[in-house]
């Protein structure tokens, strides 16, 4: 199992944090242009599966998976959105996001008077923390592929 | 002599409530915390065109009053159940057990002094200052910001001793965040 990247969006699309842990295929654009095409393709599932859905969506958009990977996408209330890509085997990926929402977003960014909210996340003890949760998680496995 | 204040009766909200569940208390704390980093904006925001002051200073002196306040009045709740203090070591000894665990939910980890007047009370992991950085991290990060954090803390020490009958002078010192040394010096008339 293995975590490859993550993007943190706000609600209005701005790229506030974005790292990444195994990641071999680089997309040959910049951060900024790569984070507008996938702010764009979210916001576009979010709606298709909301439009589409026969039943009422309730939590609407989960995850997606490809042959290779698992895009796992969380939504909060706010607005906020938390993107991880992982392999398609692991589990609990949407617990793992809800920790990184509770124990390190609001613990380091917002309870951080110095964080603008909606901008980047500049704070090291935030960027510290989401490395570390990462590399506790059972999740991550340091593997060189 | 040992304290019969817990931290469960008096908590910052003053309530005496047994605390209902770990969510709610966490709002309480929250409260607090967003409530002081709003009044530490406007404060700054404020005093940020005063042309009395140079390059890279801030005038705090206003958040240091409103924490003299504050402890002047916090004063007589956190104590209502204590004999009279025997001196004043006791009293700082009182500041620096029961009195920080109410506020701060933590106690002082260290505590110096000269024995002429001059205390240090040291905590390594001060709670206004623990979401910025820790021993892990980049220290340095925020430390030209910190005084904003702490001037508020010093004024409710030096509100606390007043009421207590010390009038004194609160100096904060902080070198890595998170730790933070207060210095209390006594004035003697």
Known sequence: MTIHNLYIFSKNGVLLYYNEWNRLNKSGITKEEEAKLMYGMLFSIKSFVNKISPLDPKEGFLYYKTSKYSLHYLETPSGLKFVLNTDTISQNVRELLQQLYRQVYVEYVVKNPFCKLNEPIQSELFKTKVDELMKKSPIYLNRSL | ?189
């Open chain 2, 1 to 189: 002599m040992k304290p019969q204040v817990t931290d469960s009766k008096t908590n910052i909200a003053g309530s005496s409530v047994i605390p209902l569940t770990t969510v709610s208390n966490e709002a309480n704390e929250c409260l607090f915390e967003y409530l002081h980093a709003e009044i530490m904006n406007y404060v700054v925001g404020k005093n940020s065109n005063d042309s009395n002051l140079k390059e890279g200073e801030e005038n705090l002196s206003e958040l240091e009053w409103m924490g003299f306040g504050v402890g002047y009045r916090i004063i007589e709740r956190l104590t209502r159940e204590w004999v009279r203090f025997k001196d004043e070591l006791d009293m700082i000894k009182f500041i620096c057990t029961d009195y920080w665990s109410s506020l701060y939910q933590k106690q002082i980890d260290n505590l110096k002094t000269n024995h002429h007047g001059t205390y240090v009370l040291q905590d390594n992991e001060f709670r206004l200052l623990k979401h910025l950085a820790n021993n892990t991290s980049n220290n340095k990060q925020y430390l030209r910001e910190c005084p904003r954090l702490i001037s508020f803390t010093c004024g409710l020490l030096r509100g606390s001793l007043a009421n207590l009958g010390i009038s004194s002078i609160v100096k904060a010192e902080i070198t890595l965040i998170p730790t933070c040394k207060f210095h209390v010096e006594v004035q003697r008339v």
